[in-house]
């Protein structure tokens, strides 16, 4: 068993609606063995992709993003959700984002200094559930004519249809844990994903 399985066994907290808190090792409070793992676990599955830039969105996503883009040698770049008075409309690319936690909507933005066609786009969040974050990123990647190398996800939580929105979509997605059940307040991971 992974090092990250162990802490969401150990300090994992489940609540209504299958959400799973892991504030004191990822999304508070962060653990630096449990991304230093992370960083790891992505670079050895993604290392030939050619990867130019990672990216992700505010806030959650930005710890385990700077660990995989320091492994890489790359920028990382993150959606904002609040748009920066700076940057005039023509200047941003932008999606609609449903918050599975917050139950709320953003129109997350990038700036299009920072993404080009020929960058390879390595995505990396914190938890995937519906897959609106994640659709949200590649979306703005596109946008830019850029190429999506992949998805890397840190917690999946494999009873939702995240997994299967971006396959669909084409894109190669891993995930350090998938989780099958949060069913009476007890994780199970997926059968064989030891
Ligand atoms: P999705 O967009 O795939 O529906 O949800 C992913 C986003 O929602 C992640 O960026 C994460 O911040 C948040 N999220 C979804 N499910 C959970 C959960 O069970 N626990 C926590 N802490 N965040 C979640």
Known sequence: MNYLKERILKDGKVYPNNVLKVDSFLNHQIDPAVVNAVEKLMYEHFKDRKITKVMTIEA??????????????????????TV???????????????????????????????????????????????????????????????????VGIVIEKSFQPGRQLLEEMGLDVYSICRIQSLEDGQVTFVDGDE
């Open 60 to 81: 959650s996503g930005i710890a385990p993003a700077i660990m995989v883009a320091n492994r890489f040698n790359v920028p990382m770049l993150f959606a904002k959700k």
């Open 84 to 150: 920066p008075s700076t940057l005039k409309n023509q200047e941003r690319y932008h999606a609609l984002v449903h918050s599975y936690t917050k139950n709320t909507d953003s129109d997350v933005i990038v700036s299009k200094q920072y993404i080009n066609k020929d960058d390879h786009i390595l995505i990396i969040d914190d938890f995937l559930a519906n897959g609106e974050a994640a659709k949200g990123l590649v979306s703005i990647a596109r946008q830019a004519g850029a190429t999506v190398a992949g």
